[in-house]
């Protein structure tokens, strides 16, 4: 054994100790809703089966704990997240980024003036100190900045500063995981309790008539149309005046006070549009139909006065001797409809249902949700208020203002239905019947949880209960339409009796005014009417009798009563309803009484022991009933003498229905019989026995009883979910009972046991119940949890004396019948008294009691009788250890039997449903321990070797059961994966119970078993994933996992070979032992079991490269997170020794992170943002675009590998399986985590092992961490809700669609689990149905969120940033330490640098920031001179970085990076006595800064300049050197370089002058390459963020030329590109990159050319990036000559990688190409000129804009008004419509004019030989052309003859694209055409566009038509024949114009020839239903052919004359005449 040191020791117990049990089994007692919870009336001996049903109602719940599963609030801190006040703790942690957004809105307020620039053509920089530094105050400077500290000390100083005030738990800041992984969550099941649906309050407020005469009495229920069923009681209600109550006082004996409720609360599970609320009115009988009753409420008006008041006094008299004589008869009156269907607003319920779904567990495929859980529902989601019922719908009053008159004939529910479903068709109602005119005002409202003076259906007060209110509220029993599945809870026994019509035709003629007497009588005198009729309004709770509604004169009445009877708990046969029929007289007769007796029906209440419902027709007896005749049913009832005399001969004259609503009869056969038989065997009864309507004799017993449970599963689900806790009880009982039926042993258990299997089966089969997310019904689940106990074995009972030995059998003593209740009794005596000790006492009393029991019982033995349970020693203690009777069966012993031993379909079932068997094996084992005595306590003797040889057995058949589902098709797996998490669970639970070696072998033995038999690695690994992950989140994990060795349970491992040492001491270990400690070796593994699997999971999951495995992935990773969020948030791991040694145990797992390092999800191109911005999602997108890491990373930069960007310079090349943001950020937040809790001694000695290559993998490592924990910021919450908000209404839709189509969301992902769907693993994940539910979720969640909480979130999310950050500043420290013994310092050096700078990039709080530049310093003087010399790249980026954080608005980072950079600038000068390098690298980073940061502020850093300056005058160790004075100059210049800046400010909302001013700036740079460079880079920034990609692309080249050109200087290769002369092939403009020469600098020179881009990497970086954007901006050509400069020069270094990817760039440019070719759109471009004094320089300048494609004229002529009306206001600018030339003179001079004209490229012809394709035509343009018509008379348009056309060509600076998207002017010219020439233009053009339709492949018919229309249509106006008319129809006089006149003609030749090709293939294309606008093209044509015959064929024939002269005399006169007329027409036309 181990010698454990006293603080393992100590630990172990903290941890919560082994030898103590973890279970503990906890009485509750049952939360009742009434004061007094429902029991049977005092006094009464019950039935056994009442009893054992009041028994399981009342009894107390049994729950099995778990003693240290930590306080709730942890499990609610752990699992949900809820931080209620945790927040309160953390520090508020300022970031730049949100203090910039809160002063910016100020800034923009206020007019932006227009700066004027005064110099265009760029002679230098724009640039002036203009203002001394010095004139500033600096900031306030470190202390002892200057001072000499060792480079120890000043560490030691640092990590104390960062050690203070830290977060201790870092989980705690990181948002809990996705639920769905969260398998380890077993969720509590809903405690069994009463059902409720919807509950709605309805209070009655007043009812008033237009006259008040008499008292009403009001009754309300609910109706369903739809169902036709009435689905609630009645509400009886009184609203009338003291006076009217007074009219009855007579009849009122007394008035009970829950008699005067007023409002009632309904309760509706099913809501649909269809339920009506009726309100039934009744009045006091008297005499004359309901219609003359009623007639006096039509025609009188109390308003009236006068004669009307006499009237109603009248009235009110006559209504006064009515009600003294027949007040206790009422009639009907009249009704109302009122619809709830806006109340139910059933879209929105329909919706919430399906949304209620997807929140409380995902229901597998087919488990449709209905309302029938709607336990669940209703508290879930259900209750009214979310469904949009109550939200629009808080109390609505509603006043019914008519009132239908009841019609006499039409009483029945029948016909209320009709009416009803008249009612909502129209209103025709209303026509049909009278309506009275009244008010009802009543308030509906949504019920509240709680109601004050509440009465349950049975008159129970509801808790909370005040004394003093008079007036309750009365809970409305529901009658659901369909089943409701809820178990019953609660003792209830209500009989509701429903006369419904008489028929007396054919009696005498006294029965006219009938009504019935209904009585529930106990016995046959009148003495035996029983008070459990409910009363109704204003009278006594309870009545002996209740009279039904009597209806004038009708001899057949209808009825609509309902009679509410509450049933004795017993029953007898002597029990019966008894009807007695009377005719009232209405008249008062001298001497007549009111009642005349006219029969007698009645109805016995059980028949064969059972109670009687349903409908029946009863006949009616005319005379007295003979005695005992409620033995019999009326129908059957024998001869008597005399003979009974009966209505219309025995025949049924009476239809009653009778229905009960009751928790003890089940009313159900198959459960009746069950019941029955099990009862037989308790208690004595005498044999034979009555079941139903067979009589079954002891023989027969067992046979019976058997097939009794057999038939158990065919009863109706309802009876069965409603009685299931008793059946399953009974079931239990008889499995284990011994049994002597007839003197026989019997034995059930196996039926009892396949009866269990069968129910289980046909729940989880149900559609209609919810299952949990691991597919466990509900039902069954909270039956385990809180219902099933042990069973108790019952003895028989002895059969003399048994009155004596019986105590009082009042209701306190359940169960004390039998003598089997002393020993649960006692049983419960022991529970208690182990709790709690103050009991004690009790057990010498309980051994007595028991030798008591034990002695009678054998003296007993002589009884007569034969079938008994037979007595089992049972669980009680007994003061003498004797062995075990054989007899005794323990129940997890049988129920374990049973599992192994079944076999066929119920084996199946067994093991499909494991989770309830297993979850009744841990509770019935947790109990038989728990009664055990407990110096048994020993684990391994605990249980019996055959149990645990049945458990073994299980687990393996379960295994191999699982490993089968998965071989088969894809539907099983979901089935495989329950099991797999029922399976991990049952371990789990038995870790709590039995020998943990024995549990371990079981859990090796499964994942052995999975791995043989699985060969799908995803599979496999996410099933034993899944199951680890369930048994890691035991409260005991650490313990088990030996994490200290803890000595006890050693030799319990199931690895016999634990190594001798102890983990716990570090001391001990050899060097070589401490890197072993950061792998998975294999004595890790045996040491720490679970912990070793988990890892060995994770490993085989990351190293996989299956398809399908991303998920599994994520689920790996998730597993190990919420395990290390469960430690780090466990209050029993607070103590820091605690966490190092938690830490220690998870060391391997940094091992496994390093060897993921490539497949971690790569953050710089999600997220990074240079610089922020709160700015549009655009310029995030483009942000992006030009990172340094990723251009590198393009780059492949592997000549370089210490600068790679996050090209990970460590690795070997593999195809790997990317994870996801997600989760790769899970698991670096475990890293982090380790990192931050393990040993740092420990961890310092491991990196100082590690070789060079591992150490560079933790420091990419890092990267990612920096990158993966950057703070996001509140925006971005906001931001995204309403992208959020989008996505989740399309889930929603999809989501709604899934639910129509019966699908769950289980269902969905395991077809998305399909084999073949992954084939793109990351694409994959997040298409998942269940992510995007949550997300969904979440989404809603966050539109709700109120500010308070999401400065919570951001609180929170800040301080996980700095924590993240300050953990890997640790991290880089301890790297630094331990490293600075080694010798490959410079290569760490840079990677150490690498990630501070680049966590400097990110968005950081100013905590962190303090701490980081503190760390910087410390490197600068530990390392200065190496850095300097080796690290120049670095140096850059650092400069940059402080530079940037020297513009910070806060102080605290301001004075901090001033100091950094006066550090760096004071050891570059002592490295090299020069610091040229970093003043360029200082300069050009200020350059790169100004261009890029829209968050720039230019003060701060000219204050930070002069903060600077104050540091070199006060550093008196300098004051020698020439230091002090570079130092000065370097500011200044950087000063300068701010007023450019300045200026790019004011130009900030004019994009193109922007452009200018930077264009000016980088060429003012023409002499420092770096800075152009940097400049060129700005330039492309801000392209790519308009989105200007070309010009964005050309700028790099550019770059890349320059680059180029330095190269070319340095070294001749080759491969190399000569210069930029290379470079014209892409642009022509390149050449202006060219050195202007040689002198201007040399490239040897100190930090010159020293940037990273001046490399042969960085030219190909630039390259590459400027390919992929000319391949964004679709010139696709270009990427071709871009990367014919790359090639040479990857072929050069034999990159064969980056050779395949550029080909496969080059292959996707060509097939753009060949897809798009003229789908492609370039620029629009149009000529802007400014004329006004207004624009300063821009005056009279004219540029052409390039504008993106399809921009029309409108649009760029706003946006340039409108930002120029910005300017100089609106009135001051104006665009000039047309493009004729602008007369200044005529322009007002106080007005700024802009002129907008569209301009095309314009070609000379024999340019147009080269440009042949759509690209060439729009590439490299020089000269555009634009065309103004104009007559000679000064009109721009005019007639054909005189219409004129001026073509101007603009020739620009440089061609498009270029660098910039306008581009000035250097040439104009002009030419005019005469109209001739013009009529030539256009027939050209449209002959071309014949051309082009005809030639279109594959060819367009509706072109094709369009453009024929335009040529040969009829209508077309100055068409072709009316050119032709005008120019052809002479020849001209002028010889000069025969030429064109030739030309115009040839043309119109061409013309006519296309138009006929035109016409025939228009034939071939059309279909028939276009013959006829064929025909017509056709006759067209031909018309224009003939009419143009003629001109087309006169030559001119001067133009054709041989070469000798012919003279023709005739000719030359026709000649000269039509040249005269030609001449008239020209005179005419000027």
């Not at 950087?1534 to 452009?1555: A, H, W």
């Not at 330095?1606 to 290769?1613: A, G, N, T, V």
Request: charge should be neutral.
């Amino acid at each position: 054994m181990t010698h454990l040191n006293s603080l393992d020791v100590q630990l172990a117990q903290d941890l919560g100790d082994f030898t103590d049990d973890d279970l503990d089994v906890v009485f509750t007692p049952k939360e009742c809703r009434t004061l007094q919870p429902s029991l049977p009336e005092e006094g009464v001996e019950l039935d056994p089966h009442v009893r054992d049903c009041v028994q399981t109602y009342i009894r107390e719940w049994l729950i099995v704990n778990r003693k240290n599963q930590g306080s709730p609030e942890i499990c609610g801190f752990k699992k949900t997240g809820s931080r209620k006040d945790f927040h309160k703790t953390l520090p508020k942690q300022t970031f730049e980024s949100e203090t910039l957004e809160c002063s910016e809105p100020a800034a923009q307020a206020g007019p932006r003036h227009l700066n004027v620039l005064c110099d265009v053509s760029g002679k230098g920089p724009v640039t002036a100190c203009d203002f001394d530094l010095r004139s500033l105050q600096p900031d306030k400077r470190l202390e002892n900045l200057l001072e000499q500290v060792s480079a120890e000390d000043f560490e030691k100083q640092n990590e104390e500063a960062r050690r203070t005030n830290r977060q201790a738990e870092l989980f705690a800041l990181y948002p809990s995981v996705d639920e769905e992984d969260a398998v380890e969550i077993r969720p509590v099941p809903e405690c069994p309790k009463e059902h409720l649906g919807n509950r709605i309050l309805v209070k009655l407020l007043t009812l008033k008539f237009e006259i008040e005469i008499e008292p009403l009495f009001a009754s309300i229920a609910l109706y369903d149309v739809k169902e036709r069923k009435k689905i609630s009681e009645n509400f009886h209600c009184d609203l009338n005046s003291d006076q009217f109550k007074g009219f009855l006082r007579a009849h009122t004996p007394s008035v009970a006070a829950s008699s005067q409720a007023r409002s009632a609360v309904f309760s509706v599970t099913y809501p649909s549009s269809d339920i009506y609320l009726v309100v039934k009115i009744e009045k006091v009988l008297q005499q004359g139909e309901i219609g003359d009753c009623a007639e006096p409420y039509l025609v009188i008006k109390e308003s009236d006065g006068g004669k009307s008041k006499e009237k109603i006094e009248k009235l009110k008299l006559q209504a006064e001797s009515f009600c003294q004589r027949l007040g206790k008869y009422r009639m009907p009156f009249a009704w109302a409809p009122i619809s709830l269907s806006s109340f139910f607003n059933v879209s929105t319920l329909e919706r919430e249902v399906t949304d209620v779904d997807s929140v409380v567990g995902r229901s597998s495929v087919g488990e449709r949700r209905t309302l029938a859980q709607s336990r669940r529902l209703s508290e879930r989601a259900l209750s009214l208020e979310e469904n949009g019922v109550g939200s629009n719908f808080k109390t609505s009053t509603l006043s019914v203002s008519s009132f239908f008159k009841q019609e006499g004939d039409r009483l029945s529910d029948e016909d209320l239905f009709k009416f009803l479903a008249d009612y909502k068709r129209s209103s025709s109602l209303q026509r049909r019947v009278k309506s009275i005119p009244g008010l009802l005002r009543l308030e509906i409202s949504t019920a509240p949880e709680i109601i004050n003076c509440c009465l349950t259906p049975e008159m129970l007060p509801v808790k909370p209960f005040p004394e003093n209110r008079t007036r309750p509220h009365k809970e409305i029993l529901e009658f659901p339409t369909r089943e409701v599945y809820v178990p019953h809870t609660v003792y209830r026994n209500l009989l509701y009796v429903y006369p419904q019509r008489l028929n007396f035709v054919n009696k005498l003629a006294s029965a006219r005014n009938i009504t019935i007497k209904i009585q529930f009588m106990c016995g046959e005198d009148a003495s035996s009417a029983m008070p459990v009729i409910f009363g109704k309004s204003s009278g006594p709770e309870f009545l002996q009798e209740v009279y039904t509604a009597v209806t004038y004169h009708n001899k057949s009445p209808d009825f609509y009563e309902e009679v509410k009877i509450k049933l004795p708990a017993k029953l007898t046969v002597n029990h019966h309803l008894l009807f007695t029929f009377y005719h009232i007289s209405c008249q008062q007769k001298q001497g007549a009484s009111v009642e005349t007796l006219l029969g007698y029906s009645w109805l016995p209440i059980l028949l064969n022991e059972r109670l009687q419902t349903g409908s029946y027709c009863l006949p009616v007896a005319l005379e007295k009933l003979p005695p005992n005749y409620s033995m019999h049913s009326a129908e059957k009832v024998p001869l008597q003498n005399p003979p009974i005399k009966w209505a219309e001969g025995h025949k049924g004259v009476f239809n009653i229905e009778v229905q009960a609503v009751s928790s003890v009869h089940t009313q159900d056969n198959h459960l009746e019989k069950f019941f029955t038989l099990c009862h037989s065997l308790e208690s004595q009864v005498t044999f034979p026995i009555r079941v139903l309507d067979q009589k079954i004799s002891e023989m027969a017993l067992e046979h019976e009883l058997k097939l009794s449970i057999i038939c158990l599963n065919s009863s109706r689900l309802e009876p069965l979910v409603l009685f299931l806790h008793l059946v399953l009880d009974k079931l239990f009982q008889l499995s284990v009972q011994p049994m002597v039926i007839a003197g026989q042993t019997a034995n059930f258990s196996q039926f009892a046991f396949e009866s269990v299997v069968a129910i289980a089966n046909s729940l989880h089969n149900s559609k209609d119940l919810s299952k949990d997310q691991h597919g466990r019904n509900c039902l069954l689940a909270s039956y385990v949890h809180y219902v099933f106990r042990l069973p108790e074995l019952q003895r028989d009972v002895p059969k003399s004396g048994a009155p004596t030995a019986l105590p009082d059998p009042r209701y306190h003593t359940y169960g004390r019948t039998s003598a089997a209740a002393v020993s649960s009794k006692l049983l419960q005596a022991r529970v208690m008294s182990s709790s709690n000790p103050d009991l004690a006492g009790t057990h010498s009393a309980a051994d007595e009691e028991v030798k008591n029991v034990m002695s009678s019982k054998i003296a007993d033995r002589n009884c007569s009788r034969m079938s008994y349970y037979c007595s089992g020693n049972s669980d009680v203690p007994s003061s003498t250890t004797a062995p075990r009777p054989a007899s005794k069966k323990h129940f997890h012993e049988e129920l374990a039997l049973q599992m192994v031993v079944s076999t066929g379909m119920v084996r199946e079932t067994v093991f499909k449903y494991a989770w309830f068997f297993f979850e009744l094996l841990v509770k019935s084992m947790a109990q038989h321990v728990h009664n055990m005595d407990k110096r048994d306590s020993f684990r391994r003797t605990r249980f019996s070797d055959r149990f645990m040889d049945d458990i073994t057995t299980i687990v393996n058949v379960v295994t191999s059961e699982i490993a089968a589902l998965l071989v088969k098709p894809q539907k099983e797996n979901e089935q495989a994966e329950k099991m797999n998490i029922s399976l991990a669970f049952f371990l789990y639970d038995l870790l709590s119970l039995m020998d943990r070696g024995f549990v371990f072998n079981l859990i090796r033995h499964y994942c052995n078993q999975l791995s043989a038999k699985l060969n799908n690695l995803p599979t496999l690994i996410s099933m034993r994933l899944e199951f680890l992950r369930i048994l890691c989140s035991h409260e005991h994990y650490l313990n088990l996992n030996l994490f200290f060795m803890n000595a006890d349970t050693a030799p319990t491992s199931p690895c016999p070979s634990i190594s001798s040492q102890n983990s716990s001491s570090c001391s001990s270990f050899q060097d070589q032992k401490i890197a072993s400690m950061f792998d998975l070796t294999s004595e890790y593994r045996q040491q720490h079991f679970l912990t070793g699997l988990l890892f060995t999971e994770l490993a085989a999951a990351l190293d996989a490269e299956v398809e399908g495995i991303s998920k599994v992935q994520r689920k790996a990773v998730s597993a190990i997170h919420s395990l290390l969020s469960s430690h780090d948030l466990d209050p029993r791991c607070v103590k820091p020794e605690v966490k190092v040694k938690i830490a220690a145990l998870y060391l391997p797992l940094v091992g496994i992170i390093l060897d993921a390092l490539p497949q971690l999800c790569d953050f710089t191109g999600v997220d990074t943002r240079r610089y922020r911005t709160s700015g549009s999602d655009e310029e995030q997108e483009g942000a992006g675009a030009i990172n340094q890491n990723v251009a590198l990373a393009i780059a492949g930069n592997n000549f370089n590998l210490k600068t790679s960007g996050i090209v990970l310079s460590s690795l070997p090349y593999k195809q790997y399986n990317m994870l996801n943001a997600d989760t790769t950020r899970n698991l670096m937040i475990c890293f982090l985590w380790i990192m931050k809790n393990a040993d740092q001694s420990l961890i310092r000695k491991w990196i100082a092992d590690l070789p060079s290559m591992q150490l560079n993998r933790i420091l990419d490592l890092l990267f990612i961490c920096v990158l993966c924990f950057e703070y996001k910021g509140k925006q971005n919450s906001d931001k995204v809700s309403t992208q959020v908000l989008q996505k989740s209404r399309d889930v929603k839709a999809r989501l709604e669609e899934a639910l129509l189509r019966g699908e769950g969301a289980r269902g969905e992902m395991m077809r998305r689990r399909a084999p073949g769907n992954d084939r793109f693993p990351g694409l994959n994940e997040n298409l998942r149905w269940k992510k995007e539910q949550t997300h969904w979720r979440q989404a809603n969640e966050k539109l709700d969120k109120t500010k308070a909480e999401l400065d919570q979130e951001a609180l929170i999310s800040g301080n996980l940033a700095t924590e993240a950050h300050l953990i890997i500043l640790d991290m880089q420290e301890n790297i630094i330490q331990a490293s600075s013994a080694l010798d490959c310092k410079d290569s760490l050096l840079g990677g150490v640098l690498r990630v501070l700078v680049n966590s400097l990039n990110c968005d950081q709080s100013t905590t962190y920031l303090t701490h980081c530049f503190a760390t910087l310093r410390a490197l600068i003087a530990k390392f200065g001179d190496l850095l300097f010399e080796e690290e120049v790249e670095q140096c850059f980026d650092l400069c940059h970085q402080v530079l940037h954080h020297c513009s910070s608005s806060m102080d605290v980072t301001r004075s901090q990076a001033c100091a950094t950079l006066y550090l760096l600038m004071r050891f570059s000068f002592g490295a090299t006595s020069n610091f040229a390098r970093v003043k360029m690298q200082v300069t050009m980073s200020l350059a790169s800064l100004v261009g890029r940061a829209p968050d720039f502020n230019e003060e701060h850093l000219r204050r930070s300049l002069r903060t600077i300056l104050a540091y070199s005058e006060e550093d008196t160790a300098m004051q020698m050197t020439p230091f002090p004075t570079q130092v000065e100059e370097l500011l200044c210049n950087l000063n300068s370089i701010l007023y450019d800046t300045v200026k790019m400010r004011e130009f900030q909302e004019d994009p193109e002058m922007l452009m200018d001013l930077m264009y000016r700036i980088a060429k003012s740079y023409q002499a420092s390459p770096d800075l152009r460079l940097t400049w060129l880079q700005n330039m492309a920034e801000k392209h790519t963020k308009k989105k200007c990609y070309t010009e964005a692309a050309m700028c790099l080249v550019h770059a890349a030329a320059l680059v180029a050109e330095y190269l070319s200087m340095l070294e001749d290769h080759s491969y190399l590109p000569v210069g930029s002369v290379s470079f014209q092939n892409i642009s022509s403009n390149v050449l202006e990159e060219s050195v202007v020469s040689d002198d201007t600098l040399s490239p040897d020179e100190d930090g010159v050319c020293a940037g990273q881009y001046f490399t042969e990497s960085g030219l190909v970086g630039l390259l590459e990036q400027a390919a992929e954007l000319f391949s964004t901006g679709g010139l696709y050509e270009t990427v071709n000559e871009v990367y014919k400069l790359v090639i040479p020069i990857l072929e050069a270094h034999r990159e064969f990688r980056k050779l395949t990817l550029t080909h496969s760039k080059l292959q996707r440019a060509f097939d753009s190409i060949v897809n798009k070719d003229h789908k492609r759109m370039f620029g629009t471009y149009f000529r802007v000129g400014f004329f006004g004094s207004k624009f300063g320089d821009l005056d009279e300048q004219e540029f052409v804009y390039k504008e993106p494609a399809i921009t029309k004229l409108p649009e760029i002529s706003h946006r340039l008004e409108a930002f120029y009306g910005q300017c100089f206001g609106a009135e001051f600018v104006e665009v000039i419509k047309d493009s004729t030339p602008v007369d200044k003179t005529k322009l007002d001079p106080n007005k700024a004019y802009i002129q907008i004209t569209f301009v095309e490229p314009y070609f000379d012809e024999y340019e147009m030989k080269d440009r042949v394709t759509y690209f060439e035509k729009n590439f490299n343009l020089r000269r555009f052309m634009y065309t103004t018509p104009f007559t000679l008379a000064g009109r721009p348009r005019g007639e054909l003859h005189e219409q004129h056309r001026r073509n101007t060509v603009l020739t620009t600076m440089h061609a498009f694209p270029y660098i910039k998207t306008r581009i000035s002017v250097i040439q104009k010219e002009e030419f005019v055409l005469t109209p001739i020439e013009v009529a030539i233009e256009d027939m050209k053009k449209k002959t071309l566009q014949l051309a082009v339709a005809i030639n279109q492949e594959p060819p367009d018919p509706k072109m094709l038509q369009m453009v024929l229309q335009g040529s040969v249509g009829a209508t077309v106006n100055q068409g072709p024949l009316e050119v032709a008319q005008v120019f052809l129809a002479e020849i001209p006089a002028d010889p000069k114009l025969y030429r064109h006149h030739n030309k115009l003609r040839l043309c119109f030749k061409e013309f006519i020839m296309r138009c006929g090709e035109a016409v025939e293939k228009n034939k071939r294309l059309i279909t028939a239903d276009q013959r006829e606008y064929q025909q017509e093209l056709k006759k067209n044509y031909s018309k224009l052919k003939e009419n143009l015959r003629p001109m087309i064929e006169r030559k001119i024939p001067e133009l054709y004359k041989p070469i000798f002269r012919v003279e023709s005399q005739k000719r030359d006169s026709f000649h000269r005449s039509s040249f005269r007329k030609c001449e008239t027409q020209l005179s005419q036309g000027s």
